[in-house]
T-cell receptor, first 110, second 114 residues
Framework: SQKIEQNSEALNIQEGKTATLTCNYT??????LQWYRQDPGRGPVFLLL?????KEKRKERLKVTFDTTLKQSLFHITASQPADSATYLC?????????FGTGTRLQVFP | DAGITQSPRHKVTETGTPVTLRCHQT?????MYWYRQDPGHGLRLIHY???????DKGEVSDGYSVSRSKTEDFLLTLESATSSQTSVYFC?????????????FGDGTRLSIL
């Protein structure tokens, strides 16, 4: 069966450290993978997109990797801040639709 | 922020009543989507539209219908609401259907069916 897995347990880290979130998938062959941020009571907000032929993408303190062999994407936030606390969703394209993971909640402590 | 407005933001209703949720966009994007978000399931696609009067089913379409009579409005209707349809509903828009473009989301409608 097709699955997208994100760590359902919250990730708690100290301010200033690097947060790394994982998105694994099975039985999909996405051409694109996207990451979104969702705050409580709000809709998801797009952060980054990476293509299947790209290994890595960066935007300010954010970095995304995409390994189509491992079927995995890693999402890094460097020099994390309490304001980065949110739920982060990965999404991949599948026949012209986006399929979303369940998200990982990140909590950054001062 | 993309111009997407969902209404109402909150609604409580009883089993068996009809419910209509509205999504309004000011971006003139061709594609519009309705998702529901439940704990442990993430965002699941209910229906989507690829143009005026052009709609198709998503993963969890049973019990829901949609209509799009204008580019800017996409309506989601629960003909006879059930408790299993208690959820948070999100509307999203995008310029294309492929994953090459991001989707932009509204802030959701929290619907409770008693």
């Amino acid at each position: 069966s097709q699955k997208i897995e994100q760590n359902s347990e919250a990730l708690n880290i100290q301010e200033g450290k690097t947060a790394t979130l994982t998105c694994n998938y099975t039985n999909y062959s996405p051409a694109y993978l996207q990451w979104y941020r969702q705050d409580p009571g709000r809709g998801p907000v797009f952060l980054l997109l990476i293509r299947e032929n790209e290994k890595e993408k960066r935007k300010e303190r954010l970095k995304v990797t995409f390994d189509t062999t491992l079927k995995q994407s890693l999402f890094h936030i460097t020099a994390s801040q309490p304001a980065d606390s949110a739920t982060y969703l990965c999404a991949l394209d599948n026949t012209d639709k986006l399929i979303f993971g369940t998200g990982t909640r990140l909590q950054v402590f001062p | 922020d993309a111009g997407i407005t969902q209404s109402p933001r909150h609604k409580v209703t009883e089993t068996g009543t009809p419910v209509t949720l509205r999504c309004h966009q000011t971006e003139n994007h061709r594609y519009m989507y309705w998702y529901r978000q439940d704990p442990g399931h993430g965002l699941r696609l209910i229906h989507y539209s690829y143009g005026v009067k052009d709609t198709d089913k998503g993963e969890v379409s049973d019990g829901y219908s949609v209509s799009r009579s204008k580019t800017e409005d996409f309506l989601l209707t629960l003909e006879s609401a059930t408790s299993s349809q208690t959820s948070v509903y999100f509307c999203a828009i995008s310029e294309t259907s492929t994953g090459e473009q991001p989707q932009h989301f509204g802030d959701g409608t929290r619907l409770s069916i008693l």
